[in-house]
């Protein structure tokens, strides 16, 4: 089975043949046979399926349509859920259902994705952004993602997992969008209103684990291995025997997305949990059968990873050796400015907590290029000096850095004002692609918990313990929320209204005007580390940012300091113009330290700077 | 720690201060204390090391020299032999011994190892080559080898292992040449009488895993980690917590063998079983130390692997992403003849037996370069296409090709004399580095077993059962040898004086032929893929070769069908003189179906080739 091949469709689960039935097919590399047992009109029938190449069984049966729901048997004696199910209208353990992916009627002919260079991104989890917690659910709020100046929105993973809530990380049916989040009419529905309203679609998907509730593809085929070990769990089989089948699963999965859900980019889950050790990475497989799905379809479709790795082949072009994927998050760039604004020295925040180490993350992307990590008690990564700015996704929040703490605890609870407004400054003007969590840009004042909803009480058990252990190992002691409870995701819902008020409104209008200047002014509009200037004045708790572009000039102060810093600074002679400083008047401040203007004669002028401040000056005129 | 320092020494293990005493480091991470306990002129006395950076124990002790035996005490309870022991005299379990590194005089100043392409590679076991089985007893035949083309000796592993008699692929102190082979002295020996004769020395090192017995490398640190499996167990930890400090042993461990023992190369067992998931892979930190200590001391050192990966990362340059190594074993060039010449289908000979496999390995290097691989479930390996012949490392056989066969059978004991000059013929024409097992040359009788002498009853009979499992997967039933028998060992003996008696004394010399050819011929001696044309005549079981180079020209026909083949061929018009045909009485047959000389007017020549014959013909007169 070509996955590169002209007009892809998918080629597993339940396929509508017009006018003859559905067409099945499935993985089973060791079942001697295999039926797809029919169920609809409280009538079943098993057809067994033919056997093809490689493991694969097939077969076109009569009378079946759309809605019809089914199960595969193997070898006569149990019956599973479709590992390609499209749908699970009762959940992990139900049946799969028949869908018709050409049903749904697209209005979005003339959308294409923008370049990733201007995606600005708002992650958000479907089932907590709202209080209905659908798909669709999300549409009346696009307006508001947009009017902030988001160009791309990004959803938490939304594959089947079990239960009604879950961060979606537990998924078992990668190509089933979430039941209760009202299935694939209802993702359909969000992305073709997404992209009705110019916004990019970025679907979180979790090719490194499967969830640890109704997860059956171990029954049908060799998906998993017991060679290497992942934080989850067995790892999935990339590399051993059989694995070009569980390859061709997940390669299929990513092509499915971009090709019936018109979905614009990926976010891969925690690549490090992929562990492949063959001659062909499965990232690189995975991002050439995406490239040359997207060119055939005329689209721009983009990969970008989670990693641990600090690994720049990761997103090295295949020239060099690299597997190609377009982006990653850097999480160095998350946990430098963390350290800068909390204080925080425990777990990975070890290794942060200097000026220059949010100043190396502006220069070069990673941190961590190759230095001995106390945290991981081994050296760490290689240097991403060379890698583009465009390749690196930055923020200051995300589900994982406000989740994972004890009490799920945002920013905004726990750091003043000025602070908020200073974090959005630095990921806004910094070179990289910037990335919004949900609520991030008001202060929301509701957390963000782990939640699950499994129906094994040994697992919930184990889940709770692990958690506590993990939360020890950062110096939180204490009870953390009970992840199995219903209130620990109720209480995660944004409370949203809070938009209008006071301090919320001023620094949702702050993060407007971020992204706005970012759009408008050529030199912070620019991803390039290579027009830019880093100084960071570790004394001052000061880091210096100067930037340029095509005759352009701009420079940003980032004050972690509880005092005035007053900094002598280099810069171009000429006048130049404040065009934001957090802590005035405008921004809810009542301070004001910096000029207006500064007229530089060189060598040397000194501004001052307000306590968790960020000041951007742009040059109007050169002397 | 820098490893890559000027004027490197080894850091680890009891190193001699002329004048002070013996300056001892060892790495223990999680240990409290640590001291030394010296034991001689039946005394003991402990000393206890200072506590360094990094989970390092050292200090300088007086009153300690050269053959002073010692162990480390860690905190006050166990005792163990040093890790990085340059002797252990009474094996695995016993003390390690204090050397001088100095003491030895060697006598090779002036020796340079030659090029990589010129390595002519004659593979052996120390204990299995002479009937003393010691270092020094090999120095007697390096004449004979030396007769015969070679130009680079390859030592089975020669670091300390259980008992006295193994492969090599058990030793867990890797810096201490074996007890019985006569230890480091006798090594030194061998190794300056080897350069003293223009020999290259190539030693085979274990960096993938330590034997089951007597490593007590777990004790003192994490040198092994359980989230990856390797056939031998659990892997060595090189990119987990710690693994700094795995990799400095283990890159250590590879500068000492250059430094202190001279040798010219080293060859990597099993590069599949370093399971190293970091940013910077291990193979490429060690070459890369390898190679700055080699420019800093003026030699020629290469890293030659052995990889079941067919993966070019492996070799490839660093700007192409790859690890740097200099050449890798390529056993698909194995299988590909194994298969041809035997007709044997199991195990993984099941993916070879077609000419054209043998055609592609001749092309390429790889024969699977991402096709499916029927005995390995999955598609394998990566394109060698535009690998530089000189990074592969060809042969007929080998120590596992011979001993991992139940009988320990070489082909000379199964194959016909013909077929073992044919086997012959397609190693040393080809254009890869050519590599020679002891004995192949005069069609030794004696087999090559697998031979261990363990201490641990069950962990032999553990041997001896996976064994007799991995058998059955070639078709191989009955009874293999105990591998425990020291009968075993001593039937895997050389029985040497073969040579000179008929057939043996015609091999010998027909290797000596094509040596010699190799290194007169220019259009031979190149090792170059562009310059070369491969054609498989599938039907007529014909491999057509043909290679050129600065104006000399050459063509061979390999014939591995049991009739005479008429071969039409189109070749560069002219005179061709044969200059070589293993079918005449020369060469101990009787038949010759080539002419002497063929004048080519074009368009097409035809050729017969004598049933498992080699034919080489050269072009003397262009017309």
Redesign the interface.
């Known amino acids: 089975m070509d996955i590169t091949e002209e007009g892809w469709r998918l080629q597993l689960g339940a396929n509508i043949v017009p006018g003859s039935g559905v067409f099945f097919r499935v993985w089973a590399p060791k079942a001697e046979t295999v039926s797809v047992r029919i169920l609809s009109n409280n009538k079943k029938r098993d057809i067994r399926l033919g056997k093809e190449d490689q493991g694969y069984f097939a077969g076109l049966v009569e009378g079946v349509c759309r809605g019809d729901r089914y199960v595969y048997v193997l070898d006569n004696m149990d019956h599973y859920p479709d590992p390609a199910s499209r749908f699970q209208p009762e959940g992990v353990q139900g049946p799969s259902e028949v869908i018709d992916p050409d049903e749904f009627l697209w209005e979005d002919e003339e959308w294409e994705s923008i370049a990733l260079r201007d995606f600005i991104i708002y992650e958000l989890h479907v089932g907590a952004f709202t209080v209905d917690g659908t798909f669709e659910a999300i549409i009346p709020h696009l307006d508001s993602v947009k009017e902030l100046g988001i160009t791309a929105i990004e959803l938490m993973p939304a594959a089947q997992f079990p239960g009604k809530r879950n961060w979606g990380y537990d998924g078992v049916y990668p190509y089933a969008p979430q039941n209760n989040y009202r299935g694939p009419e209802g993702l359909k529905r969000l992305v073709n209103a997404a992209h009705k309203k110019g916004l990019c679609v970025i679907l979180d998907v979790v090719y490194n684990h499967l969830g640890p509730e109704g997860n059956y593809l171990h029954r049908y085929a060799p998906y998993f291995t017991?060679?290497?070990?992942t934080p989850w769990g067995d790892a999935v089989n990339f590399?051993?025997?059989?694995?070009?089948g569980v390859r061709h699963f997940f390669i299929s999965n990513a092509l499915y997305w971009i090709s019936e859900y018109h979905v614009d980019a990926l976010r891969l889950d925690a690549v490090?949990g992929i562990?492949d050790?063959?001659?062909?990475h499965f990232l690189s497989e995975l991002r050439e059968a995406v490239k040359i799905h997207a060119k055939r379809s005329g689209k721009n479709v983009f990969v970008i990873a989670e990693s641990d790795?600090?690994?720049?082949?990761i997103i090295?072009p295949p020239?060099?050796?690299?597997y190609g994927l377009d982006a990653q998050w850097n999480d160095d760039f998350h946990h430098s400015l963390h350290a800068l604004l909390t204080g925080e020295r425990k777990g990975y925040y070890e290794d942060f907590g200097k000026v220059e180490h949010l100043a190396k993350a502006f220069r070069e992307g990673f941190v961590y290029s190759?230095e001995?990590s106390a945290f991981?008690?081994?050296?760490?990564?290689?240097t991403s000096m060379d890698s583009p700015a465009s390749q690196f996704v930055v923020f200051s929040q995300s589900h994982d850095q406000v989740g994972n703490r004890m009490l799920g605890d945002r920013l905004s609870q726990t750091q003043s004002f000025e602070k908020l407004k200073l974090a959005a400054g630095v990921v806004f003007l910094s070179p990289y692609v910037p990335q919004v969590f949900m609520g991030e840009e008001y202060a929301e004042i509701a957390p963000f918990h782990y939640f699950i909803d499994h129906s094994d009480d040994a697992l919930v058990q184990a889940i709770r313990e692990g958690r506590k252990k993990e939360f020890a190992s950062f110096g939180w002691e204490g009870d953390p929320p009970d992840p199995a409870a219903l209130r620990t995701f109720s209480d995660s819902k944004l409370a949203g209204d809070l938009r209008n008020q006071g301090n919320h409104k001023i620094l949702f209008e702050f993060y407007q005007e971020l992204i706005r200047l970012r759009r408008e002014i050529a030199s912070l509009r620019t991803l390039n580390k290579e027009t830019m200037e880093v100084v960071s004045f570790e004394e001052d708790k000061v880091l210096f940012l100067r930037r340029w572009y095509n005759g352009d000039e701009a420079f940003s102060l980032f004050h972690f300091g509880e005092d005035i810093a007053r900094i002598g600074l280099i810069i171009p002679e000429g006048r130049w113009d404040r065009i934001l400083e957090s802590s005035s008047s405008r921004w809810g401040g009542d301070k004001n330290y910096a000029p207006e203007k500064i007229d530089s004669h060189g060598p040397k002028v000194t501004i001052s700077c307000c306590p968790h401040g960020v000041v951007l000056y742009r040059l109007c005129r050169r002397t």
């Open positions: 017991d060679r290497y070990k590399d051993g025997p059989y694995s070009d490090h562990l050790f063959g001659s062909r790795l600090n690994d720049v082949r090295n020239g060099m050796g690299g190759g001995y991981r008690k081994r050296r760490h990564g290689s």
